[in-house]
């Protein structure tokens, strides 16, 4: 199983990488690993801020390619899931109103 893992070091870079429009969200993450989508992935992520990494298991539900639309980084993104809510209610309170913002994010 591929394992993958972040620091935030800050909000937006958080911002970036958050996706807000996927069912318990999402976590995009910039790599070169050959992933495909359906794949089970081991994810350790730091928020800004906190002092431990969390860690679960995600499913590739987002892959942008080398030349993707809009310069967008290469890698993918790996879905929260629904035992992940403590993680997703971090996020989200991180980002406050970022979230309804026009910011472009590394997925759209």
């Keep these: ?5 972040i620091e935030f070091k800050n909000v937006q870079q958080l911002y970036g990488s958050y996706m807000p429009f996927v069912n318990h969200g999402g976590l995009f993450f910039m790599s070169q690993e050959r992933v495909e989508l359906g794949q089970m992935i081991q994810v350790s992520v730091m928020l800004p801020d906190d002092l431990e990494p969390i860690e679960f298991e995600g499913s ?14 290469v890698g993918f993104g790996v879905s ?29």
């Excluded at 199983?1 to 893992?5: E, G, P, R, T």
């Design 80 to 108: 929260l899931n629904e035992n992940q809510i403590k993680l997703r209610s971090e996020i989200e309170k991180l980002l406050g109103a970022k979230l309804s913002g026009a910011d472009v994010t590394s997925t759209m």
């Design 60 to 73: 590739v539900i987002w892959i942008n390619p080398l030349g993707a639309q809009g310069g967008r980084p």
């Design 1 to 5: 199983m591929v394992s993958i893992s």
